[in-house]
């Protein structure tokens, strides 16, 4: 079992910048393909950004390409998001999400590949 925790969330101006954590804990961490979406009141859970076991590889979804960057700590057990150039439209639940079945540099877009997910963690950005 993989236990998730993320943590950084919070309020903040338009413009900008956040940075939430994920801590993992049940499982080797470098064996382990790792990725964040968020949920936004009454929508889908979207796809932001996945990493593979190594951090060698990375995919960002269009909408935050350029201004998230993805990484992890496999000596420290982390997973991060950096968020810069906040906009409202981020307003949303983060989730940081574990891929148990994950090989080499692979990085996975769709939730079906997540086995495990984290309890989320608010982003607000005001005007």
């Known amino acids: 079992q993989v236990q998730l925790v993320e943590t950084g969330g919070g309020l903040v101006q338009a413009g900008g910048s956040l940075r939430l954590s994920c801590g993992v804990s049940?499982?080797?961490?470098?064996?382990?393909?790792m990725g964040w979406f968020r949920q936004a009141a009454g929508k889908e859970r979207e796809f932001v950004a996945a990493?593979?076991?190594?951090?060698?590889?990375?995919t960002y979804g269009d909408s935050v390409k350029g201004r998230f960057t993805i990484s992890r700590d496999n000596v420290k057990n982390m997973l991060y998001l950096q968020i810069d150039s906040l906009q409202p439209e981020d307003t949303a639940v983060y989730y940081c999400?574990?891929?148990?079945?994950?090989?080499?540099?692979?990085?996975?877009?769709?939730?079906?590949?997540?086995?495990?997910w984290g309890q989320g963690t608010q982003v607000t950005v005001s005007t």
């Open positions: 990493i593979s076991r190594s951090g060698g590889a990375t």
């Open positions: 049940g499982r080797t961490f470098s064996t382990i393909a």
């Open positions: 999400a574990a891929a148990a079945t994950s090989y080499n540099e692979q990085v996975y877009r769709v939730k079906s590949r997540y086995n495990y």
